[in-house]
């Protein structure tokens, strides 16, 4: 092995490092202890190493976010691909998703909540962001009339995820009724579409 492949390798386990430490620590105090100050002295590096892989906090967050996005989309797969039926899919992915939110609060927050230097939307935004919304599109394609645009489809589905999630966090919406509330959203958003 070369010199320069081990380096490239210890600069890879390092940014792992950093990655997985800000996320145990937001996950276990919320985003405002993670400062790299803090990270530096998690994972016994000097914060001068924090900077030659991350710009800041924001940069980690980023970090953490694709992470997530990544990971959202393999729950999200595999809970589509474990049914049979369109609203049976549509149904499984928002609980894959409402589900993903309520077990990874820190994490959903990096991804959807805090201003992240991440582009979303374009062609510049990362594989996984990319990959989380094409789950999203499976799901709801399928239940999409010949009027509809299937992407703007999505993003209504995803809204409504979304606000469940938010506003269930935030303690506007009663726990118990969560499930009550997934199965009418994807109950009426696919008879609206023509499934049934």
């Known amino acids: 092995m070369s010199i320069q ?19 145990e620590l937001a996950e276990s105090e919320g985003w405002d202890a993670v400062t790299t ?23 980690i967050m980023a970090a953490v976010a694709v992470e997530g996005f990544a990971e959202l989309a393999t729950e999200m797969r595999e809970a589509r691909e474990a049914v049979a039926g369109a609203r049976e899919a549509l149904a499984a992915v928002g609980e894959a998703y409402t589900a993903f939110a309520r077990r990874r609060p820190a994490l959903y927050d990096a991804m959807f909540t805090h201003t992240v230097p991440l582009p979303f939307a ?19 394609t399928p239940i999409a009339t010949a009027d509809d645009d299937p992407g703007l489809l999505t993003e209504t589905y995803w809204a409504g995820l979304h606000g469940l999630v938010t506003l269930m966090r935030s303690r506007r919406l009663p726990e118990k009724a969560h499930d009550q509330r997934l199965r009418l959203l994807t109950e009426h ?4 579409r023509g499934e049934t």
């Open 5 to 23: 492949t081990r380096r490239e390798r210890e600069r890879v386990e390092r940014e792992r490092l950093i990655v997985t430490a800000a996320r």
């Open 122 to 140: 374009t062609p510049e935004a990362p594989a996984a962001l990319w990959e989380a919304f094409g789950e999203l599109v499976a799901a709801v």
């Open 189 to 192: 958003f696919a008879a609206a």
């Open 37 to 59: 100050r803090r990270l530096a002295a998690e994972i016994e590096y000097s914060q001068p190493v924090l900077y030659s892989h991350f710009k800041g906090k924001d940069a």
